[in-house]
């Protein structure tokens, strides 16, 4: 038997700007102590992958440079070629709200992209879905088994007959009674309920299961002009249980009846509204999956479309880089505006934004949120802030906007549909079988040793980015094509392949009673 061949790696790392004085470790499962670099620099202790090496002597209070921006400063003295780990970093203050540059360095706009298009599904009021799906609202938490026990039936016994229909979906909730529902706060929820049923992917097929009790009427989520759109469990016409599911049933076969009509056609990609989230993000995120995401959101901008990036924590940190790309001062107010808010909303629960960054995240490399904010905020690419959106507002303007949202993976998703979005791009280091049911999801990892091992839950894989096997350029032309077949149903993501799908979660910053 002949000598196995040994094949060793060539150490890597990651410099991302001239200014940095840290750079991330590429290998996987990172490299030991004694590791030398083709530039010469030799590692005095393990690096895990993803984390920090110093690539310069830093001396004690010096800072630490990460995206050509500091992310902290040393709390003791570290030598080149050491792990720079959170617990050698002290965080700095967040920057200061009233004094940022505003509509200082505005983008200027790319040539148009023309020619795109996608299957959608056209709606009455001109939007456009990526999906035909029932949606069924409800006013409040107690109806959710029943409606839960109906849409099981009417999975089992209608859905078969209107084979045009994609789903049923049941828009459940933990709210409605038991809350302070004139508290101002209270607009957050109830704002969401209103414009979740308008989410395109719904076909404008309106109805809501309510008690008859509860603080939030049902009426409340029914929009003008739109007739008998109500099931009330507490109607005094109904003989049991039985009767009441048989209403719901009859309701939605009269919307099927309508949605299974609908007819994929050629929609130009201006059409389209897409969210970008992050979600178990590690020191990749910034680097691989967030550029290729940030390039693939220009190009989407450029064809015309709404593009939206959200989690107020996760860009509080770097918001001196947003105002300035707001398109006017109003833009930029309105970021500042959002912060602030946030801000405020952090300090009456006491706790402040770095309680965001989760052991996931340290465990792929990021040292706190400041770090984690700058490698969040690429996703936006680097087309004009066009737009901020209150939590739960509804979009209604192109170009790339600000939705408002806590980082929560769930709270964003659901706040993101309110806004109209009818596909999310969703990045991950850590890995995460997020899904959305009435909205496909496309799963981006940062690092490929992920995208192999999770191959039926990961959807496209960035880390060939930091291999070198791609650009950012090309790995971000490769998503926009796959944003495109999602849209028009020719390739399925793998979270609805398996049909795992996350609950809606609603914001509620007003007081329960």
Same mark, same amino acid.
């Given at each position: 038997?002949?000598?196995?061949?040994?094949?060793?790696?060539?150490?890597?790392?990651?410099?991302?700007?001239?200014?940095?004085?840290?750079?991330?470790?590429?290998?996987?499962?990172?490299?030991?102590?004694?590791?030398?670099?083709?530039?010469?620099?030799?590692?005095?202790?393990?690096?895990?992958?993803?984390?920090?090496?110093?690539?310069?002597?830093?001396?004690?209070?010096?800072?630490?440079?990460?995206?050509?921006?500091?992310?902290?400063? /040393? $709390?003791? &003295?570290?030598?080149? +070629? #050491?792990?720079?780990?959170?617990?050698?970093?002290?965080?700095?203050? *967040? !920057?200061?709200?009233?004094?940022?540059?505003?509509?200082?360095?505005?983008?200027?706009?790319?040539?148009?992209?023309?020619?795109?298009?996608?299957?959608?599904?056209?709606?009455?009021?001109?939007?456009?879905?990526?999906?035909?799906?029932?949606?069924?609202?409800?006013?409040?938490?107690?109806?959710?088994?029943?409606?839960?026990?109906?849409?099981?039936?009417?999975?089992?016994?209608?859905?078969?007959?209107?084979?045009?229909?994609?789903?049923?979906?049941?828009?459940?909730?933990?709210?409605?009674?038991?809350?302070?529902?004139?508290?101002?706060?209270?607009?957050?929820?109830?704002?969401?309920?209103?414009?979740? /049923? $308008?989410? &395109?992917?719904?076909? +404008? #097929?309106?109805?809501?299961?309510?008690?008859?009790?509860?603080?939030? *009427? !049902?009426?409340?989520?029914?929009?003008?002009?739109?007739?008998?759109?109500?099931?009330?469990?507490?109607?005094?016409?109904?003989?049991?249980?039985?009767?009441?599911?048989?209403?719901?049933?009859?309701?939605?076969?009269?919307?099927?009846?309508?949605?299974?009509?609908?007819?994929?056609?050629?929609?130009?990609?201006?059409?389209?509204?897409?969210?970008?989230?992050?979600?178990?993000?590690?020191?990749?995120?910034?680097?691989?999956?967030?550029?290729?995401?940030?390039?693939?959101?220009?190009?989407?901008?450029?064809?015309?479309?709404?593009?939206?990036?959200?989690?107020?924590?996760?860009?509080?940190?770097?918001?001196? $880089?947003?105002?300035?790309?707001?398109?006017?001062?109003?833009?930029?107010?309105?970021?500042?505006?959002?912060? *602030?808010?946030?801000?405020?909303?952090?300090?009456?629960?006491?706790?402040?934004?770095?309680?965001?960054?989760?052991?996931?995240?340290?465990?792929?490399?990021?040292?706190?949120?400041?770090?984690?904010?700058?490698?969040?905020?690429?996703?936006?690419?680097?087309?004009?802030?066009?737009?901020?959106?209150?939590?739960?507002?509804?979009?209604?303007?192109?170009?790339?906007?600000?939705?408002?949202?806590?980082?929560?993976?769930?709270?964003?998703?659901?706040?993101?549909?309110?806004?109209?979005?009818?596909?999310?791009?969703?990045?991950?280091?850590?890995?995460?079988?997020?899904?959305?049911?009435?909205?496909?999801?496309?799963?981006?990892?940062?690092?490929?040793?992920?995208?192999?091992?999770?191959?039926?839950?990961?959807?496209?894989?960035?880390?060939?980015?930091?291999?070198?096997?791609?650009?950012?350029?090309?790995?971000?032309?490769?998503?926009?094509?796959?944003?495109?077949?999602?849209?028009?149903?020719?390739?399925?993501?793998?979270?609805?392949?398996?049909?795992?799908?996350?609950?809606?979660?609603?914001?509620?910053?007003?007081?329960?009673?």
């Amino acid at each position: 038997m002949g000598k196995r061949e040994v094949v060793t790696e060539t150490p890597r790392y990651i410099k991302l700007n001239a200014r940095d004085n840290v750079a991330i470790v590429v290998n996987d499962f990172g490299l030991p102590a004694g590791t030398r670099f083709p530039c010469g620099l030799t590692l005095r202790a393990f690096v895990p992958q993803g984390h920090k090496t110093a690539l310069v002597d830093i001396d004690d209070g010096a800072p630490i440079i990460r995206y050509g921006e500091v992310i902290g400063t /040393a $709390l003791s &003295p570290i030598r080149a +070629g #050491e792990w720079v780990d959170e617990a050698r970093i002290r965080m700095p203050e *967040a !920057p200061p709200l009233d004094r940022l540059e505003i509509a200082t360095a505005v983008p200027a706009a790319l040539p148009p992209l023309e020619g795109y298009t996608f299957e959608g599904y056209r709606n009455p009021d001109g939007s456009v879905g990526t999906k035909n799906i029932l949606g069924i609202s409800t006013s409040v938490q107690c109806v959710k088994g029943t409606l839960d026990y109906a849409v099981k039936k009417i999975r089992s016994e209608l859905l078969p007959k209107y084979p045009n229909v994609d789903d049923v979906v049941p828009l459940t909730h933990a709210y409605g009674c038991g809350v302070a529902i004139t508290a101002p706060d209270a607009v957050v929820p109830i704002r969401t309920l209103q414009n979740l /049923a $308008l989410n &395109p992917n719904f076909g +404008g #097929e309106i109805l809501v299961v309510g008690l008859g009790c509860e603080k939030l *009427a !049902p009426e409340r989520l029914v929009p003008e002009g739109i007739g008998d759109a109500i099931v009330r469990m507490q109607d005094e016409a109904f003989d049991g249980f039985g009767a009441i599911v048989d209403a719901v049933m009859t309701q939605a076969e009269a919307r099927l009846k309508i949605l299974n009509q609908r007819k994929r056609e050629t929609c130009p990609a201006s059409d389209l509204v897409i969210g970008l989230q992050c979600g178990g993000s590690d020191a990749f995120s910034g680097v691989t999956a967030n550029p290729a995401v940030g390039f693939a959101a220009d190009l989407l901008v450029r064809a015309g479309a709404t593009v939206m990036f959200s989690e107020v924590t996760e860009v509080r940190d770097a918001i001196q $880089l947003l105002t300035r790309r707001a398109v006017n001062e109003d833009v930029g107010r309105a970021l500042v505006r959002e912060m *602030a808010w946030y801000d405020a909303y952090l300090a009456r629960g006491g706790a402040d934004r770095s309680a965001n960054t989760t052991p996931g995240n340290k465990k792929g490399g990021l040292a706190n949120i400041v770090e984690k904010s700058l490698g969040s905020i690429v996703k936006s690419g680097s087309s004009p802030i066009a737009g901020v959106l209150a939590p739960g507002e509804k979009a209604r303007q192109k170009g790339m906007l600000f939705a408002a949202t806590p980082a929560s993976d769930f709270i964003c998703g659901t706040l993101q549909l309110a806004s109209g979005m009818t596909l999310q791009v969703f990045t991950t280091g850590r890995g995460t079988p997020y899904g959305l049911a009435a909205a496909p999801v496309i799963k981006v990892a940062t690092r490929s040793e992920l995208a192999r091992r999770w191959k039926d839950l990961i959807d496209f894989d960035a880390g060939r980015i930091a291999t070198g096997e791609m650009t950012i350029e090309e790995t971000g032309w490769e998503l926009f094509r796959l944003i495109l077949d999602v849209a028009s149903g020719r390739t399925k993501p793998w979270s609805d392949r398996w049909g795992i799908h996350n609950d809606l979660t609603l914001f509620n910053p007003a007081p329960v009673t």
